[in-house]
């Protein structure tokens, strides 16, 4: 193989769940659905909100115990025809009584992980901790993001089971990447979530139903397009790399019909909402207070610290991409 020429396709690690560009995306946009009791303080740390959208992937790749964090393979729970969404209790403890805890760790927790972090940044707002403010709202837009992907809601996640591998990346990645500038990212105004459990479900659900076109099309798209087309070489840095054509790309993006951007859209008003939920379940304190608070030096530590385990550390759990 030729130096700096890598054969692997974009849905490897080069690319990282929605890209790292669609994470920060959405919850740099998600800012411009709060109202403005909240839009000063988060319009302050935009910056910050959009740069640590992808934290999680980070500590993914740094620490044990994170990846489960990121999807839920519900198909796991229905192998005799079941309809998962009906046996899987949505309550934590029950679930736990049905499966055991080692079970739902093995197969992703993302919907009750959603629940415990709108808790934690619930508390941050009553406590008025500008660093845990901003750390959680951060990190729950990533997990939220995470469960809008059809791809995190089966064991099939990157169609290793169906001779499609890479479609992971292929789906949050490379069509974001090539199609963003072509979205739509008006989606209205943050809403209040009354059951935060029940709503991170439903998102999964959604996600969920999604995946019969998304492992479909490309079947059939891999089927009816010419062979020789499929892939083309891209240079990204100094490394030439094997990614989906753009040709092939597009024709998928096509056939999915708004798919992507859809999940995208829906990933940055459900990110708002959930910060907004957390804001008036802490009984709405005053954001302007706190609003020329910079992250402390402990945080930035902190973040150094997670940043040099990501680029030195083995991976953690599963690969995704």
């Known amino acids: 193989m030729p130096f700096g020429i890598s054969m692997i396709p974009s849905s490897n690690s080069i ?11 959405i919850n740099r946009i998600a800012i411009f659905t709060l109202p403005p009791q909240m839009f000063g303080f988060y319009k302050d740390h935009i910056e910050y909100l959009t740069e640590h959208a992808v934290d999680p992937d980070k500590r993914r790749y740094a620490m044990e115990g994170e990846a489960q964090c990121h999807y839920i393979d519900i198909d796991h729970y229905a192998k005799n025809g079941e309809n998962p969404f009906e046996i899987v209790p949505k309550n ?16 992703g927790i993302v919907p009750w992980h959603i629940q ?5 940044l619930r508390w941050a707002f009553e406590n008025k901790n500008v660093d845990l403010i901003l750390k959680y709202s951060a990190d729950i837009g990533h997990y939220i993001g995470d469960a809008h992907v059809p791809l995190h809601t089966t064991e099939n996640y990157n169609g290793q089971m169906t001779d499609q591998r890479g479609i992971h990346g292929l789906w949050e990645s490379r069509l974001v990447e090539i199609n963003e500038g072509d979205y739509d990212y008006f989606v209205g105004k943050a809403k209040y979530i009354d059951k935060p459990l029940d709503w991170a479900w439903e998102i999964v659900k959604v996600s969920h139903h999604a995946l019969d076109s998304v492992f479909g099309f490309e079947k059939h798209l891999t089927e009816t397009f010419p062979k020789d087309k499929k892939f ?3 240079q990204r840095g100094n490394t030439t790399v094997q990614t ?28 708002g909402s959930i910060w907004y939920s957390a804001w008036v379940d802490a009984g709405q304190p005053d954001l302007g207070k706190l609003q020329n608070t910079p992250p402390s ?3 930035i530590n902190e973040l150094k610290k997670l940043d040099e385990d990501y680029h030195n550390g083995a991976h953690k759990g599963r690969i995704c991409e």
């Open 15 to 25: 690319y990282k769940k929605w890209g790292f560009f669609g994470h920060k995306r």
């Open 92 to 107: 934590w403890n029950d679930a736990i009584a049905k499966y055991s805890e080692d079970t739902l760790q093995a197969y």
């Open 116 to 120: 415990v972090m709108k808790n934690r």
């Open 232 to 234: 083309s070489f891209e």
């Open 244 to 271: 989906y054509s753009y040709d092939f790309s597009q024709a998928y993006h096509r056939m999915l019909n708004g798919q992507v951007e859809r999940r995208l859209k829906q990933s940055i008003i459900s990110v």
């Open 297 to 299: 030096a402990e945080l």
